[in-house]
């Protein structure tokens, strides 16, 4: 009865990782997907040690140069754990913590 109670509460918040947020200033890189036709879509995590963090944010629309560029500053953000500021398309230019957002702008972040 007793693992039952305690299985119960985890796997309700094992399902709440993902998508936990909608801050797009000071935030960290996680999972960056690369295809076969270059850069395709990005994680942000509030921490650098966080499991989980936004949707994938895509890169819909952006010319093959700019992607790369995006990638140059995305990985150099995460290797040294900087934060960076990101825009979406989205109404409010972030919503992160909704699916099929797609990224505007990212910028490096000045790091408390």
Not at 67 to 79: G, P, T, Y
Request: proline share 4%.
């Amino acid at each position: 009865m007793l693992k039952k109670t305690l299985l119960l509460p985890m796997l309700f918040l094992s399902f709440q990782t993902s998508a936990a947020f909608n801050g797009c200033i000071g935030v960290y890189v996680g999972r960056i997907s690369i295809t076969n036709q270059g850069m395709d879509k990005v994680v942000f995590l509030r921490s650098p040690s966080d499991g989980g963090g936004s949707y994938w944010v895509n890169f819909a629309n952006w010319e093959p140069d700019s992607k790369k560029e995006a990638l140059s500053i995305l990985m150099a953000a995460k290797l040294s754990q900087h934060r960076v500021d990101l825009y979406t398309t989205a109404t409010d230019s972030c919503s992160i913590g909704s699916p099929g957002q797609t990224l505007k702008e990212v910028h490096l972040s000045n790091n408390p």
